[in-house]
């Protein structure tokens, strides 16, 4: 990594992701415009203030529930899309004892919903939200 990279490393807490490491490489200026415009369209927001609106969560509010709120009458197949999008982005360290031992992510390597909401969260906060 660069003084320029913005990728994000996390930590899976749930279940059998419990000692994993995320990370979330930097995406491309050209492609994260993309990205936004197709999930506005997805999550059929009107515009980038809706989109902050519901990423900001009021205080004491759960973070699944923020995304519920989010995936609440969206297009499911271009949502579907976007989040296959998003993981194209995510490498794994699937062994605790060497974390720093990221490869490619591949379909099986997530095994709890909340560890996606959690690198999906992830991915909004320092991708999106800084760019809108």
């Known amino acids: 990594m660069n003084d320029y990279d913005s990728s994000v ?12 490491n995320f990370q979330i490489r ?7 415009a993309t990205f936004i415009l ?6 059929r927001l009107e515009g980038v203030d809706d989109l902050r609106a519901l990423m900001t969560p009021a205080e004491g509010v759960d973070e699944i529930d923020t995304v ?3 995936l609440a009458g969206c297009d499911a197949t271009a ?3 976007l989040i296959l999008d998003v ?8 062994d605790p004892q060497h974390p720093g031992m ?19 969260g992830a991915f909004v906060r320092t991708h999106v939200m800084p760019g809108i």
Do not use: S
């Open 79 to 81: 949502t579907r899309a």
């Open 68 to 70: 519920l709120r989010l």
């Open 9 to 20: 490393t996390l930590a899976g807490q749930h279940g059998r992701d419990n000692g994993k």
């Open 102 to 120: 990221f490869r490619a992510l591949r379909d099986d390597d997530i095994k709890e919903l909340r560890t996606l909401g959690d690198i999906i």
């Open 38 to 43: 197709r999930l506005l369209g997805a999550i």
């Open 26 to 32: 930097e995406v491309p200026p050209v492609e994260m």
């Open 87 to 94: 993981l194209k982005y995510v490498m794994v360290a699937p």
